[in-house]
């Protein structure tokens, strides 16, 4: 008797303590595409990161300073940029790529070469790097229109906005 009265509350504790599966009215194939798309975006915006900084360290010459400290507010913009894609990842109910290897293995983006280039070329490198990650993200776009993923199109919105005019102010450096 006793045995019968505990069993269907121990089947009940064991159900309550499992999650309920996600339901935000998005597929579960449109949260993979676009988790799939964030990530890339993710690793590109990493790796772009850590290319600023690197030319942040290593940059030399009469431009000097303006170009020093240019590289830090990009850096600095792109390492903020990276948790909010993260977490919209994991919003959707995917795990966020963390790793130099995956990050190798998604972005779009080349390495930062082994030896320092000139500033200009540094320069240079930069608008490439803010315009592949500019097509990353509008690459995203008509998966999350599709899927009436405002909070994703939000933050496309927002990277795009960024990533088009850094490479508008660097571009401009390379200019008469
Ligand atoms: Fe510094």
């Known amino acids: 008797m006793a045995k019968s009265a505990t069993q269907p509350s121990a089947k009940l504790s064991a159900a309550t303590r499992l999650p309920p599966p996600i339901s935000i009215g998005i597929s ?17 915006t990493y790796t772009l990161y850590l290319t600023t900084h690197n030319f942040h360290w290593n940059v030399t010459g009469p431009m000097f300073n303006t170009l020093h400290q ?4 990009q850096y600095t913009e792109l390492w903020a940029a990276v948790d909010p894609i993260a977490e ?17 293995k998604l972005t779009s983006i080349a390495d930062a070469p082994a030896t320092p280039p000139k500033a200009l070329d540094m320069v240079r490198i930069l608008v490439q790097g803010h315009e592949a990650v500019a097509r990353t993200a509008r690459a995203l776009f008509p998966t999350a229109d599709k899927a009436s993923d405002e909070p994703t199109a939000d933050l496309l919105t927002q990277r795009l906005t960024v990533h088009e005019q850094t490479a508008w102010m660097l571009r401009s450096l390379l200019e008469e």
């Open 88 to 104: 919209r990842i994991r919003s959707l109910g995917h795990p966020a790529p963390g790793s130099y290897a995956q990050f190798g």
């Open 70 to 73: 240019m590289f830090m507010a």
């Open 28 to 44: 579960e194939n449109d949260r993979a595409a676009i988790a799939a798309g964030l990530s890339r975006l993710l690793a590109d």
